[in-house]
């Protein structure tokens, strides 16, 4: 009976919902924070963007310290300390400090449309960090996110370390279920006192098994309560190379008539939104190094369904670094890193004979290494980078307004000395 109740509640729930179709920004580790969410959407047509990965412990850690009975009662004067992070010479930060920022930056158009992602092995703990987002966002930002996640799908080492993830679900699906069920309870027990309550979803991928399993796994989990499903099409060992399985994702697809399923896996431009949406019939598409490598491929209005001529990487990139300034991420890792996805092609080709990634007096062998020096740190560092990135390749027909100044003068040098100025002024 109780059963039934709770399905007859689930089915009312989903038909209100209004989940967005179209494509989503997948969560991503230094990839996926407030200033490339907002760039997605504005110039990359996401319908739905998601946060990086956060750790359940952390998540937890941080709204034990912000609302701690022995803190201060000024709540939002303690977020604000978390503003300025302490960083070391390798651009690390304190794992809860980045936690604390990242729960912390978001706009007015950023919240309704986020979804938290978070990860963990523990039941309890998963619904104690669930509990936590909840009240983080209620307080500070008198609103809830679009939805919680948790990452049932990472294949990298330290996944396997922290058995969360893709290995979580090898190791024990019925601890995976009950990770759910907990996550479900607490935004059922959260929202019985609010208006709105939190979409809640889980990104897996192919299991070992193949398609059956993973269709099996699929019910199980919308037994437990999530509202839709996100598949990566790849197989845990895949990690990210090869081909999709968009057979497999079809398969799932069908099999779940009534769980919305989003599909993911090397999706790199606007055709191909569309022709993996024919072919599977998936309620949307997820996307993250064709969003790294070039946003603007998603934006309908700017590519047609036959062209994929991307804007030039610093046009790109100048484009990100608006956003960046506007909304700081927490460390400058977060700016390498969607340089580097975006300049990949241009300063390391791989289909161009005569290029020797070893000859370190070639000007793109010596930006590609220029990049990831610790002592570019600033947004105005970077942008002398893409400055020099003019300069020294020589092709470049539009230069973006913000950097048109440097470029008759800018040198190796003088973006170095740039955050030599930068640190003084702060």
Request: proline share 4%; aromatic share 8%.
């Amino acid at each position: 009976m109780q059963q039934s109740i709770r399905q007859a509640f689930m089915t009312k729930l989903q038909s209100k919902m209004r989940l967005p179709k179209g494509v989503y920004l997948s969560p991503m580790v230094r990839g996926s924070e407030l200033a490339m969410r907002e760039l997605a959407r504005k110039h990359g047509n996401a319908s739905l963007a998601y946060s990086p990965m956060l750790r359940d412990h952390d998540v937890i850690s941080v709204h034990q310290i912000i609302f701690s009975k022995d803190n201060e009662p000024d709540q939002q004067h303690r977020f604000q300390s978390f503003k300025e992070l302490q960083i070391d010479k390798a651009g690390r930060t304190d794992s809860v400090e980045e936690a604390a920022y990242l729960l912390h930056e978001t706009s007015s158009t950023d919240t309704s449309n986020l979804v938290v992602q978070l990860c963990g092995s523990s039941p309890q703990s998963l619904g104690e960090a669930t509990s936590a987002v909840l009240d983080i966002y209620h307080k500070n930002c008198a609103t809830l996110p679009f939805g919680i996640d948790l990452n049932l799908g990472c294949p990298q080492e330290c996944a396997k370390r922290e058995g969360f993830g893709a290995f979580l679900v090898e190791k024990d699906i019925d601890a995976t279920i009950s990770c759910i069920g907990s996550m479900r309870q607490a935004i059922d027990v959260y929202c019985s006192r609010v208006t709105t309550k939190p979409t809640l979803s889980a990104k897996i991928r192919v299991l070992d098994g193949g398609v059956d399993d993973t269709i099996v796994f699929a019910k199980k989990l919308k037994s437990a309560g999530i509202d839709f499903l996100a598949v990566h099409c790849r197989r845990r060992q895949d990690k990210h190379n090869g081909e999709p399985d968009w057979d497999a994702g079809r398969e799932i697809v069908a099999a779940l008539p009534d769980l919305p399923v989003v599909l993911n896996g090397g999706i790199s431009c606007f055709n191909d939104v569309t022709l993996v949406t024919e072919r599977t019939n998936c309620h949307g598409v997820m996307v993250a190094t064709g969003y790294l490598s070039n946003h603007q491929a998603f934006n309908s209005t700017i590519q047609s369904e036959t062209s994929t001529e991307p804007k030039s990487a610093v046009e790109l990139a100048s484009q990100y670094l608006d956003f960046a300034e506007i909304y700081p991420p927490p460390s400058y890792l977060y700016i390498q890193k969607h340089l580097r996805w975006i300049f990949r092609s241009s300063l390391q080709p791989e289909n161009d004979p005569s290029f020797n990634a070893t000859d370190w007096k070639y000007w793109r062998v010596k930006m590609w290494s220029f990049l990831v020096r610790p002592y570019l740190r600033s947004v105005e560092q970077f942008r002398g980078f893409l400055a020099l990135y003019v300069q020294q390749s020589g092709n470049e027909d539009r230069v973006p307004d913000s950097i048109l100044r440097l470029v008759s003068d800018v040198t190796f040098g003088s973006v170095k000395k740039a955050g030599k100025r930068t640190a003084r002024d702060m």
